[in-house]
């Protein structure tokens, strides 16, 4: 069975740095997806990036970027030019097709600091 | 616009009181799915559904029951509930396959349940 793993359950940061949020997960699947998901106190749940498993090049998206190592089965998150927004509880999930299951992680909370 | 709805976003409960959950989504997604999410577990899946008339369990399906009989809603049941069943639900739904969107849920926006 797929687990994902976030070691860091809180993280702070300042604003305008940068942060990077740890995820690894472990899989025997070849092809499958990996996502960050943002969930700010309104408790929306929010798609930041997603990176397919067979793309060797890392997803980017504006200020949010992954360094996705397969070999090693780890995806993390690095958030740019930090923004009090970005304060939330950030989830690493993967998912295998089919059927369209999301596996989370257990979460890290991003609070960005003024 | 595209959007998942979840109704009733809050619910207070008792033990033993049926009630359901709706979930409707407009974007025509064939696959649609219930996740609960508690402190320090992240979300776990409840149910999924890959198509009208079809379900299965996901890995916490105890205390609750699904339908999909039209292909834009999927409620959840909770026959008797109880308070380990005390949660934020959410409600998410994709395209089955084809298409770059195939990968990607969409969300409703959560529905806290408190059952005394």
């Known amino acids: 069975a797929q687990t994902v793993t976030q070691s860091q359950p809180e993280m702070s940061v300042q604003e305008a740095e940068t942060v990077t949020l740890s995820c690894t997960y472990d899989?025997?699947?070849?092809?499958?997806?990996l996502f960050w998901y943002k969930q700010p106190p309104s408790r929306q749940m929010i798609l930041v990036i997603r990176q397919e498993a067979y793309k060797q090049q890392n997803a980017t998206e504006n200020r949010f970027s992954v360094n996705f190592q397969k070999a090693a089965k780890s995806f993390s998150l690095k958030i740019s030019d930090s923004q009090l927004g970005d304060t939330a509880m950030y989830f690493c999930?993967?998912?295998?097709?089919?059927?369209?299951?999301?596996?989370f992680g257990t979460g890290t909370l991003l609070a960005v600091q003024p | 616009e595209a959007q998942v709805t979840q109704n009733p976003r809050y619910l207070i409960t008792v033990t033993g009181k049926k009630l359901t959950v709706t979930c409707s989504q407009n974007m025509n997604h064939e696959y649609m799915s219930w996740y609960r999410q508690d402190p320090g577990l992240g979300l776990r899946q409840i149910y999924y559904?890959?198509?009208?008339?079809?379900?299965d369990k996901g890995d916490v399906p105890e205390g609750y029951k699904v339908s999909r009989k039209e292909k834009r809603n999927f409620p959840l049941i909770l026959e008797s509930p109880s308070p380990n069943q005390t949660s934020l639900y959410f409600c998410a739904s994709s395209l089955r396959q084809g298409g770059s969107g195939a990968n990607v849920l969409t969300f409703g926006a959560g529905s806290r349940l408190t059952v005394l």
């Open positions: 999930a993967f998912m295998k097709l089919p059927p369209n299951k999301l596996i």
């Open positions: 559904s890959m198509n009208v008339e079809v379900t």
């Open positions: 899989t025997s699947e070849n092809n499958y997806y």
